[in-house]
């Protein structure tokens, strides 16, 4: 048997001249910047991700009729995950290899988890979307290059069981949570942080995340006589499992978790959602200044009002921008990320240290409810 | 308790409607229609379809799913399944097989891959009987699931066509012999599974969304609903879905959702390894 030597070498070949071609345009000073954008944008996630989109499209523009980075445009490349952490993986290791200076990932968890072990080696910065501080909180302590654009599971807790104990007088949670990282996570903050505030944690639920009948978890928890009950989970799920609670004839005060506010949410939940509390950065009602030139901006380019997960799309653009503003070279892009002044964004105020990737305080989040079909803020 | 019977009712509904149209399928062919769940799907999307852009009543959706599912269901036979049959029958499954991605990947295409809400059948506040509360569309899902195996019932057992499909699936070279158009026969009798996966999709559409990717897993429940009820009876397949259902919630109920699933599974190894003919099968599974 004969190899043909000039077609077995040709597609490797091919390949890395591609690559070294696409690292090379990435890196000269005349084509722009290109940041790869990791998104959910198929599937149930897919308003988070697509919110996410409009505002890094919106962001790319505002930046690059501003002069760009020192004069050089930047570009965010969009890239569907569908959901799949080995995906968003693939997708992560091709931008790295491609030239992308940064990556702006995780609509869900598990991708932006995916995304931060496919890039640990490299010293590409990432800037992820969800509340879940562990992708940057590793065990082996804070990870160089991830960086969270989204107020922590634990500010939301706070917020959340404060809400519970002082709007509601409540003295007793009842959890209801998606099994997955993010609800799972989610709710052993919150009860940690109800032991803290004095609050007794009476039954936690869990779910599947493609369940549609909840009649189990609503009995047990209609056993257990919560004064509130704290859904946390996102995307559609937690709408159905509102429908649940109250047409099972729960009548308890319901509080979401940050990933409910979406009008994906709304629109499944119909009435069932009136009257249900979830917690936001972005004041709708009455927003700070930053806030409100957002949801301008956002509302002249797209005709709707932003939600919350585009306010995090925005805030993860602006800190690359704020870095490669502060880098004085692309291999120092993630320690410059870290060093950087405090970066002002919609969900408040970034301080990033050596010790937090976050830095946002409890003071950022606001109360939301929900009353015929739209969320406010109190 | 009672809560959990209404719960497992309603979801088992679907799976007995499944479980039914794996047996007509089955009776017509001799293979399992492993993309019966996918039609489901299809049937919900194509009653929103009717819903939402058309803006008709969900009546008129599931009228216009069912009827689309029967056509379909010809299509299918006649594209997919016969040129399939005429090489063999494992050919045939590996086309359902087929089928399903096709569906998965179709149904995401047109209709986009996010689960979208079906207006209920009957609208308005749940009843609260004695602790129960039972929601109007579990009623309204039982009440159609009872007039669809009422219409079935009819059509097989009281009308001359419905007696020569059954003649045709017993016994092909004898219906041949004595007339009856077999191919024909098999054309109806997936077209009538196909409309039942429809119909099913819809009805229960406005509790679980239409869409998504969970056709599989509605499949593999009917499945589980037909070997534990009986693969070769009607009844019996509609009744073990319904049991499959009410399993699954008492079990959620007393354990966790993590458990039912693999529970259900269990039954269905225990159910061919101790009893293939199912709690109420009489006679072999295969046709001879």
Redesign the interface.
Known sequence: MFIDVKRSIAAPVCVATALFAATLSAATASGPITIAAILTT???A??LGESEQNALTMLEHDVNAHGGIGGQPIHFTFQDDENKPDIAAQLATAAVAGGAVAIVCGTRTATAIAVARATAASSTPIVYMTPTAAVWQTRNGVAANVFQANPRDELEASKIVTAARTMLHAHSIGVLHD?NEYGTNGARILADEAKRQGVQIVDDE???G????F???V??LKAAKPDVIVIWGAT?TPA?ATRAVR???LTVPLIGSSGILSE?YL??A?SSADGVYSVTSLAFTNPDPAQKRFLKSYRDTFHTRPNAFAAFGWDAGNLIVAGLRASKSPGGLAAAMQAMAPVGGVDGTYHFSATDHNGLTAGTLHVAYARNGVWFTQ | MLQLIVAGLTVGSTYALVALGIHIVLRATRVINFAQGEFVILGGLLAFTVVNQLHQNVWVGLLAATVGGFLIGLIYERIVLRPAARISELTVTIATIGTVSVLLYGHAMLWGSLPEPLPAFLPGDSYHLGGVSIQRQSIAILVLLALALAALYAFFERTTFGKAIRAAANDPLGARLVGIDVDRARAISVAISIALAAFAGTIIGPLTLVGGAAGTAITIKGFVGAIVGGLESPVACALGGLLVGVAQKLIEGQFSYGVADPAVYTLLLVMLLLRPRGLLGARAVTRD
Do not use: K, W
Not at chain 1, 210 to 213: G, K, L, N, Q, W
């Open positions: 198929s599937g149930p897919a308003p099994e869990s779910y599947a493609d369940a549609t009948d009649t189990p978890q009995e047990h559609q159905l047409q099972l004839g994906g629109r499944v119909g």
